[in-house]
């Protein structure tokens, strides 16, 4: 049983799921995006870890330095994921407050929003790279809430950011590389997915990480490219998936779409 790790974004971040699948209660995610639409800035993937919750870690005592529990804090969550991008050069910054100088929005919806002015270009980067905790309010798919176990009112983003330092290569390696080794999710149980016409994500994720060409699906725009609105940062993204339940089968699973 394939649970999606709902879709998180590089200048922003957001998420989905499989017809026969359950809902993950906690979701630990990854999603990039690259200018369409907008002005051309490169920006970065983000991997995104919701800190609402607790963590499944499939064998922790694998894990240098992780709790002996089953489970990890939000707390735990939070800190190993700063402190992996601190280690790769990322400056951690503060969460922005929940009521942002944005006229387009009415509450901070997404870790990226502090930095729209540096992707749209009315502001120059104060760092190369950034890493975040942003307190979030969700208001843009509030009617989620409720009728799926991922969906918070209130909820905490962790985010990874580059303004023109790194770029898709790195991202979805990093990503990868927090997943399975700072987490200890097992490999054989995460699935991708990429905008349809991504190759250069593709072949990041085939020949770069090496995941298997059969678990790494090409979805459409609905789902595999995020927008902040009408106007502004937008691209196609990668997603991560758990599996929670190998042994109820996979077939067709991306077929049907996601909820």
Same mark, same amino acid.
């Given at each position: ?22 809902? #993950? ?63 790769? %050069? ?18 901070? +919806?997404? %870790? @990226? ?36 176990? &991922? ?5 905490? @983003? ?7 330092? $790194? ?15 700072? $987490? ?7 699935? +991708?997915?990429?905008?349809?016409? /991504?190759?250069? #994500?593709?072949? +990041? ?12 699906? &090409? @979805?459409?725009?609905? /789902?595999?490219?995020?927008? =902040? %609105? ?7 993204? =990668?997603? @991560? $998936? ?18």
């Amino acid at each position: 049983m394939l649970i999606p790790a709902r879709r998180l974004a590089s200048s922003a971040t957001i998420p989905a799921v499989y017809p026969h699948i359950f809902t #993950a209660p906690r979701s630990l995610g990854f999603r990039r995006q690259h200018g369409r639409g907008a002005p051309a800035r490169r920006t970065s993937a983000t991997p995104v870890v919701r800190c609402s919750g607790s963590l499944p870690v499939a064998n922790p005592a694998t894990v240098s330095g992780t709790d002996t529990s089953h489970e990890w804090s939000g707390d735990t969550i939070r800190r190993r994921f700063l402190d992996f991008y601190a280690a790769r %050069g990322h400056k951690i910054l503060p969460s922005s407050s929940l009521v942002p100088e944005d006229p387009t929005v009415f509450l901070t +919806i997404a %870790g @990226m929003l502090q930095f729209k002015p540096i992707f749209l270009g009315k502001e120059p980067r104060r760092v190369p790279c950034a890493t975040t905790s942003q307190k979030c309010i969700r208001t843009n798919d509030i009617e989620n809430v409720g009728r799926t176990s &991922r969906h918070q009112t209130f909820f905490e @983003m962790l985010g990874n950011f580059s303004f023109g330092d $790194y770029f898709k290569k790195d991202a979805i390696k990093w990503a990868w590389e927090l997943t399975t080794k700072e $987490y200890g999710l097992p490999p054989e149980r995460l699935w +991708i997915s990429v905008f349809e016409d /991504d190759d250069e #994500a593709f072949s +990041i994720w085939l020949s770069e990480v090496g995941v298997p060409r059969e678990r790494i699906k &090409r @979805m459409g725009e609905d /789902d595999n490219f995020w927008t =902040s %609105g009408a106007t502004g940062p937008c691209g196609p993204c =990668s997603e @991560m $998936y758990y599996d929670f339940h190998p042994e109820r089968g996979s077939l067709n699973a991306f077929c049907a779409g996601f909820e």
